[in-house]
């Protein structure tokens, strides 16, 4: 049975998880691409995710026979970070699928500095000095790693080309930072696997409603369309169950930075999956990451 919420974990152990997390959630945008690709939209794409997200954790509370009663007002509070999540997802999708993954994933990794500010504002977790100053770091090393500039440096052409793309995930980064820091505030208590199911079901009930009523539903047109919306249906389920169970016995502010290593995996994965090659000066980009998320897990609490 996993772990309570309430059970000790070292910092490191956590943060090698939380890279892992991050591995998964990058296994889960290739796959999306792929299925893009190959037919699927991004209205399937998130409703085949949720639904089988929502169905699997379910499973597991039934199996261990965890409660699924809950008090009104946390029922509450968690579907309103579940109708954040829902928009987290079709935002990172719909720029999944406009832009080169790397690129969609650099700008959704904003969200740890938006979820530092939004924390201090509210009057919340401070973050330590560690991770404030691991955060540009580490920002600074993606985008070397995805190589924002290109070769002709011109960036009002490159806005042309990645624009759309970008609003997208900014989008997605400021209503996920807003999912971390009210899972930490509200639902800190709550067993992972319940808020996991309790969210994404959420998303699986709005996301089947909005595609019923406007018809936007579109499946992939051939094998490898579906085998690819299987797989991310099961990379997401995993990686968003294991970071809901994670980070609330972490600490959002002073380890959500952790994820930000999804955009190197993704380098890594799109090379042996997509045959996307790195150049050298990306590998330099991805050692500033992981150097950025070393220092953080050197930091203290």
């Not at 094998?223 to 016995?249: D, E, H, K, N, Q």
Request: charged share 10%; hydrophobic share 60%.
């Amino acid at each position: 049975m996993v772990a309570s919420s309430s059970r000790a974990l070292s910092r490191w152990a956590g943060i090698v998880l939380l890279m892992l997390v991050a591995t998964t959630f990058g296994a889960n945008h290739i796959a999306a691409r792929i299925a893009f690709d190959h037919g699927a939209n991004v209205t399937t794409g998130v409703a085949f995710r949720s639904t089988g997200t929502a169905l699997f954790v379910l499973g597991l509370l039934l199996f261990y026979r965890i409660p699924l009663k809950i008090p009104r007002r946390t029922f509450g509070h968690a579907v309103f970070i579940g109708l954040l999540l829902t928009v987290q997802s079709y935002c990172l999708y719909s720029a999944v699928a406009r832009i080169p993954v790397a690129l969609a994933l650099l700008a959704f990794n904003t969200y740890p500095m938006l979820l530092s500010l939004l924390s201090w504002a509210a009057g919340g977790e401070r973050p330590a000095r560690r991770a404030l100053a691991a955060m540009p770091v580490a920002l600074v090393g993606l985008a070397i790693a995805l190589d924002v500039w290109g070769k002709s440096g011109d960036f009002a052409g490159r806005w042309g080309e990645i624009g759309a793309g970008v609003l997208w995930a900014t989008g997605a980064a400021v209503s996920f930072a807003a999912v971390l820091f009210l899972t930490t505030k509200w639902l800190h208590d709550m067993d992972g696997r319940l808020r996991s199911f309790l969210t994404t079901s959420v998303i699986a009930v709005v996301i089947l409603a909005y595609g019923a009523a406007t018809g936007d539903f579109r499946v992939a047109t051939d094998a490898t369309g579906w085998i690819a919306t299987a797989a991310l249906t099961i990379f997401y389920g995993t990686a968003i169950t294991s970071m809901f169970v994670l980070l609330p016995r972490l600490g959002a502010v002073n380890n959500a930075v952790v994820l930000n290593f999804e955009p190197i995996a993704l380098l890594g994965l799109g090379w042996v999956i997509l045959d996307q090659k790195v150049a050298p000066i990306q590998i330099v980009g991805a050692f500033i990451v992981v150097g950025a998320i070393m220092v953080l897990g050197l930091g203290r609490k």
